[in-house]
Nanobody, 121 residues
């Protein structure tokens, strides 16, 4: 099986920065899309950013210009650089990835356990 482990969350003042990391481990042949989602109390989980295996990225409007998603394929890791953080960015951030395992004919989707990001205001 595949595991996704997030790190880098924590407490930060408004206007500050954090970098989240998510490392995938296990029997991995390849990884297609990798992304970050977040869920604030009382709200639905939303896509924050994603990066395809081509390098193309996609962001929710509220983080455009502030967040940058990137990936290191050699390390099976995806990052989310978060700058100019606002209180409304406070949420649990989840890593997500489409992973192909040995002898599999299709990708399977996996979630990380989540990491808390709290922005004070």
């Amino acid at each position: 099986q595949v595991q996704l482990v997030e790190s880098g969350g924590g407490l930060v003042q408004a206007g500050g920065s954090l970098r989240l990391s998510c490392a995938a481990s296990g029997s991995i042949i390849s990884i297609n899309t990798m992304g970050w989602y977040r869920q604030a109390p009382g709200k639905q989980r939303e896509l924050v950013a994603e990066v395809y295996n081509t390098g193309t990225t996609n962001y929710v409007d509220s983080v455009k210009g502030r967040f940058t998603i990137s990936r290191d394929n050699a390390k099976n890791t995806v990052y989310l650089q978060m700058n100019s953080l606002r209180s409304e960015d406070t949420a649990v951030y989840y890593c997500n990835a489409d992973v192909r395992m040995p002898l599999a004919f299709a990708y399977r989707n996996y979630w990380g356990q989540g990491t808390q990001v709290t922005v004070s205001s």
